[in-house]
C-alpha cells in the first residue's frame, strides 16, 4: 500500500462519519420542523353563482387537500345561488370528501342563499359570520320565475327530498331545512344556530378553527375527532385556467367574442387567407362553449319570455319531426334602455345558439351595387354558421330614408332594403333575426307586414312588480341581498325609471355609500 493511500484512509472515513452526522442531523431537524408545523388547513374562498366552475374547483382542492393529508378544509361561502346541476356536484363532493369539510358563511353580510344552503347543510360543520343569512332555497326557473304546472311540482319536490336528506345525514333540523325549499324560508345566523340550522357562529377564521378543534365527525363512514390545535392554514384560490374561464363567461365577454368571431369570418370571406376564418371560427366555438353557463336573466318582459321558452326546441330534429316550422325572427319596439338588446343576448344563451351583430350602417359602400353585395355576403355569414340569432340593432335608423331614396343616395337604401326584406321572408336558414327599434313611425310599412317577423313585441317602460325584479337582480349581481333593502320604497322612488336607469341608479348609490365609509 502506498503512503498516499494510507493517508487517505482515514480521511475518507472521516468525510463518511461527518456526511451521516449531518444526514442524521438533518433528518432530525426535518422531523422537528415538521412536527412543529402541526396539523393543515386548507381555506377555499368560495364567492359568487355557483356554476360548473364553482364545482370543479372545490373538487380538484378538496380531493388535493386530502391527497396532502390535511386536517381540515373550510370553505369560505357567500353566494346568492345557481345552477342546480352545479350545486348537486358540490353536494357530492362535500358528502363523499375524506378529509373533514367546515363551511364557514362569510363575511359579514355575506349569505348562503338558494344553491348555497344545500352546500352548507352538506358540510361536517357549518358556521356563520355575523350578520349573515342562509335559506330562500326555493328552485326557480332560469328567469328568475316560478316554475309553473306539474313540472314545477316535481322540481319543489326533489329539492325537498334532496335537502331533507342532507340535513338527516348531518344531523341538522330537517323541518327547518325543508322549510327554506317549500316555503323559501330564509334566516339570520343567530336563529339558525338557534334551530340547529347551523352549528354556530365565527367572526374570523381563528373563531372557526376554535369551534372545530375536539369536535368529532363522519368521514368517510367513520368517527373522527378534529385535531387543530396549533394549526396553520393556507388559502387556495382559482387556480389560473379556472380564473379565466370564469371571467370570460361574463355576458359581455361573451358578446365580445361573438362579435370577434364573426368580424374574423366577415374579414375571410371578404379577403380569403385562412387567417382570420380559423380564428374567428374559433372565438365562436369559444363563447358558444361559454354560453352556455350563461343565464336568462331579464328583470320583466313575461310575455316574450313565455313566447321564447315555448320555442326553445324551435331549431332542434324534434321540432322538424313534429311539423314545426322553424321561426323567423320578432321585432322589439320600445323606449330606450328598457332591454331590447339585452333580450337578443338573452335569446343567444336561452336557445344556446351563437349570437351575430349585424350592423347595417357598415353595409353601405360607395360603388354601386356594393352595398347590396355587402347585404348578400353578411347574410351569407350568417347562414354558414347557422343555427344562429342575426341581432339588427336600431333597424328604424337603418332604414328611415328608404321611401325617399331615390331622391337622396341614387336608391341605394331602398335597394339594400329589398334585399334584406326579400331574404327575410323568403330565408330558409335556420337563422333567427332579433330586430330592435325604438321609433315605429320611421319603419317601412313592409317590414311590418305579418309575415316578416312571427311576432312584434312592445317593450315599455318596467310595471311596479318589473322593477321589482329588476332592482334584485343588479342587487344581487353585486352582492347584495335584497331582504336588506325596503324594495318597496326603491320601487316607489324609480317609478318611471327605465331598466337601465335603474341599474345606474343602484350603481350610483353604492358608490355614494363606499365614500360614506365603506359597503354596506
Not at 357567500?78 to 345552477?83: L, M, Q, V
Not at 344562429?388 to 337604401?413: C, N, P, R, Y
Amino acid at each position: 500500500m502506498s503512503a498516499g493511500e494510507r493517508l487517505n484512509r482515514p480521511r475518507r472515513g472521516r468525510r463518511t462519519r461527518i456526511a451521516l452526522a449531518l444526514a442524521a442531523i438533518g433528518y432530525a431537524l426535518f422531523a422537528g420542523s415538521a412536527s412543529a408545523a402541526g396539523p393543515q388547513v386548507v381555506v377555499l374562498p368560495t364567492t359568487g353563482v355557483v356554476d360548473s366552475t364553482m364545482a370543479q374547483y372545490l373538487a380538484s382542492s378538496i380531493a388535493q387537500a386530502e391527497a396532502n393529508h390535511a386536517a381540515a378544509v373550510v370553505i369560505k361561502l357567500n353566494t346568492p345561488g345557481g345552477e342546480l346541476s352545479a350545486m348537486n356536484d358540490i353536494v357530492g363532493t362535500l358528502l363523499e370528501a375524506k378529509v373533514p369539510v367546515i363551511v364557514w358563511v362569510a363575511p359579514a353580510g355575506g349569505f348562503a342563499a338558494s344553491a348555497g344552503t344545500f352546500i352548507t347543510l352538506a358540510a361536517n360543520i357549518a358556521l356563520m359570520a355575523p350578520g349573515t343569512s342562509i335559506g330562500a332555497a326555493s328552485p326557480i326557473s332560469g328567469d328568475g320565475t316560478d316554475i309553473p304546472g306539474t313540472l314545477g311540482e316535481k322540481v319543489k319536490n326533489d329539492a325537498i327530498a334532496k335537502i331533507t336528506a342532507i340535513a338527516q345525514a348531518r344531523g341538522r333540523n330537517v323541518d327547518w331545512a325543508a322549510s327554506t325549499v317549500r316555503d323559501a324560508r330564509s334566516s339570520p345566523a343567530e336563529e339558525a344556530v338557534s334551530l340547529h340550522a347551523v352549528d354556530g357562529i365565527a367572526s374570523s377564521l381563528d373563531e372557526v378553527l376554535a369551534f372545530a378543534n375536539g369536535k368529532t365527525v363522519t368521514v368517510g363512514g367513520q368517527q373522527l375527532t378534529l385535531d387543530l390545535t396549533g394549526a396553520t392554514t393556507t388559502e387556495q384560490g382559482l387556480n389560473p385556467f379556472l380564473a379565466l374561464f370564469r371571467l370570460l363567461a361574463d355576458p359581455t365577454i361573451v358578446g365580445i367574442l361573438f362579435t370577434v368571431g364573426s368580424a374574423g369570418l366577415i374579414a375571410e370571406l371578404w379577403s380569403p387567407n385562412f387567417v382570420t376564418g380559423i380564428i374567428g371560427g374559433l372565438t365562436i366555438l369559444l363563447a358558444l362553449i361559454l354560453s352556455g353557463t350563461l343565464p336568462l336573466n331579464v328583470g320583466g318582459l313575461a310575455l316574450l319570455k313565455e313566447w321564447l321558452q315555448k320555442r326553445s326546441i324551435a331549431f332542434s330534429d324534434e321540432a322538424r319531426a313534429f311539423g314545426l316550422p322553424a321561426p323567423k325572427g320578432i321585432l322589439l319596439l320600445g323606449v330606450q334602455g328598457c332591454g331590447k338588446s339585452l333580450c337578443a343576448k338573452a335569446v343567444s344563451s336561452l336557445w344556446q345558439l351563437p349570437l351575430l351583430r349585424f350592423d347595417m350602417g357598415r353595409m353601405f359602400g360607395s360603388l354601386v351595387g356594393s352595398s347590396e353585395e355587402n347585404v348578400r355576403r353578411a347574410i351569407a355569414i350568417a347562414e354558414s354558421v347557422a343555427p344562429a340569432i342575426l341581432w339588427v340593432d336600431e333597424i328604424d335608423k337603418a332604414f328611415a330614408g328608404s321611401q325617399s331614396s331615390g331622391g337622396t343616395d341614387g336608391g341605394t337604401a331602398a335597394r339594400v332594403f329589398g334585399t334584406f326584406l326579400t331574404w327575410l321572408s323568403e330565408k330558409n336558414a335556420p337563422v333567427f333575426v332579433v330586430a330592435t327599434a325604438n321609433e315605429i313611425s320611421q319603419l317601412p310599412p313592409e317590414l311590418l307586414r305579418k309575415g316578416r317577423f312571427d311576432e312584434i313585441f312592445f317593450v315599455d317602460l318596467p310595471s311596479p312588480a318589473e322593477r321589482s325584479e329588476v332592482l334584485r337582480i343588479h342587487l344581487a349581481r353585486r352582492g347584495r341581498e335584497a331582504g336588506a333593502f325596503d324594495l318597496s320604497a326603491l320601487v316607489e322612488a324609480s317609478h318611471d325609471f327605465s331598466g337601465a336607469e335603474i341599474e345606474e341608479a343602484v350603481i350610483s348609490a353604492l358608490y355614494g355609500d363606499s365614500s360614506q365609509g365603506g359597503p354596506s
